[in-house]
């Protein structure tokens, strides 16, 4: 079964510091590597996404960094600040081409940056 | 207002009893999803349709069922919930994939349940 495997579980960071999570995969057949952010009490939202030909794509405080010989992902939110405590999910979408687009989510980081 | 909405948002219920949770969305996409997270599991695929008449299983869709009343509107059903299906629960959209870019899959705010 495909799989995505996050770490760390958990992650506390003091506002201002580096928060970093990381993903590994198995399978290489996938389309785009997505990252989601869930706030208590609601549904993830798609935080950021990146392609597998590219290395690395930066919105804001938010880089993805890509590295496909390791088969590893991962999230960096430079200069984190207290609302940005929320659970972050990796993912691999497979089929993008096919008609469906299948997401494989990892098992979540919770984030607390704390003040 | 929301674009994907869920009833009920919590729900308590026993072992054995039937239980439907609704989606609902105003986005006018043609494809519906829904997912269970559990902790330490990230969100598994339960279902998805991609339009009234095309309903497929997902990963884990054993002692679920689904119904897409519409286009808006998909339903999840526990026909006899057992305590493992103590779960959050969550529903999500996309439009139909042209070829290329990635379509983000829309949300909802969530069913959390608790079988006992």
């Known amino acids: 079964q495909q799989q995505v495997k996050q770490s760390p579980q958990s992650l506390i960071v003091q506002k201002g510091g580096i928060s970093i999570i990381n993903c590994a995969y198995e399978n290489t057949a996938f389309d785009y590597l997505p990252w989601y952010q869930q706030f208590p009490g609601k549904g993830p939202a798609l935080l950021i996404a990146?392609?597998?030909?590219?290395s690395e794509k930066k919105e804001g405080r938010f880089t993805i960094s890509f590295n496909k010989s390791a088969k590893q992902f991962s999230l960096h939110i430079m200069d984190s600040q207290p609302g940005d405590s929320a659970t972050y999910f990796c993912?691999?979408?497979?089929?993008?081409?096919?008609?469906?687009?299948?997401?494989?989510f990892g098992t979540g980081t919770r984030l607390l940056v704390s003040p | 207002d929301a674009d994907v909405t869920q009833t009920p948002r919590n729900r308590i219920t026993k072992t054995g009893k039937r239980i439907m949770l609704e989606c609902s969305q105003t986005?006018?996409?043609?494809?519906m999803y829904w997912y269970r997270q559990d902790p330490g599991l990230g969100l598994r695929l339960i279902y998805y349709s991609f339009d009234v008449k095309d309903i497929n299983k997902g990963e884990i869709s054993d002692g679920y069922s689904v119904s897409r009343q519409a286009q808006a509107k998909f339903s999840l059903s526990l026909e006899s919930a057992i305590p493992n299906q103590t779960a959050l629960y969550f529903c999500?959209?996309?439009?139909?994939?042209?070829?290329?870019?990635?379509?983000?899959?829309?949300f909802g705010p969530g069913t959390r349940l608790t079988v006992l």
């Open positions: 999500a959209t996309s439009e139909t994939p042209g070829l290329g870019p990635f379509n983000e899959q829309f």
């Open positions: 986005k006018g996409h043609d494809r």
């Open positions: 990146i392609r597998p030909d590219v």
């Open positions: 993912a691999a979408s497979m089929g993008v081409n096919t008609g469906f687009q299948k997401l494989v």
